[in-house]
């Protein structure tokens, strides 16, 4: 686990991010889905914690969103273990061990196109977090009709600032 920044983390509820959110998909209990641009414009001016679920070699080699100039902090906490990509048992642990962290705290989940940000969002909402939202279409987002990433969703599709790992 490591993090980014030293930002004092202190929220009350984020009613600003609650009603940017598409709504919890069917049966599932989580905040919602919010739009990158969105989850970036909230945590401009707002505390949060931006969890970056995927693993180091993608954090390294693919990058990581950049949240200087912000007032969220940004953690790495693989939800999958690699190279086999089974589950990170110790995900919620290492979650809780992140100074600063609450239970009322706005928690942002991010992977590379939304699935695994999505099983981190529920799992941290069965264990008491309020807040917990995932990023829509990720840091790359799916593949367009040419097989590319990163060009019609998620975080880098929108331009939102990131730095190379």
């Not at 919890?24 to 679920?53: H, Q, T, W």
């Not at 009709?145 to 060009?151: F, K, L, N």
Request: net charge neutral; aromatic share 10%.
């Amino acid at each position: 686990m490591a993090l980014s920044s030293q930002v004092q983390l202190q929220a009350n509820e984020p009613a600003e991010l609650l009603s940017k959110a598409a709504p919890a998909r069917k049966g599932l209990n989580y905040c919602g889905d919010i739009a990158p641009e969105d989850a970036y414009e909230f945590i401009r001016s707002n505390p949060a914690l931006v969890i970056d679920v995927r693993t180091m070699p993608e954090w390294q080699f693919v990058g990581v969103p950049d949240l200087h100039g912000t007032k969220a902090k940004l953690a790495t906490v693989s939800w999958k273990n690699y190279p086999d990509f089974s589950p990170n048992t110790q995900f919620a642990y290492e979650l809780g061990t992140i100074a600063g962290i609450t239970k009322n705290m706005p928690l942002l989940f991010i992977c590379r196109s939304g699935g695994r940000s999505l099983d981190a969002a529920l799992a941290m909402t069965q264990t008491g977090y309020r807040y917990c939202f995932n990023i829509e279409g990720g840091f790359e987002g799916e593949p367009d009709a040419s097989g590319h990433r990163s060009t019609a969703q998620g975080w880098k599709a929108n331009k939102l600032p990131w730095k190379q790992g």
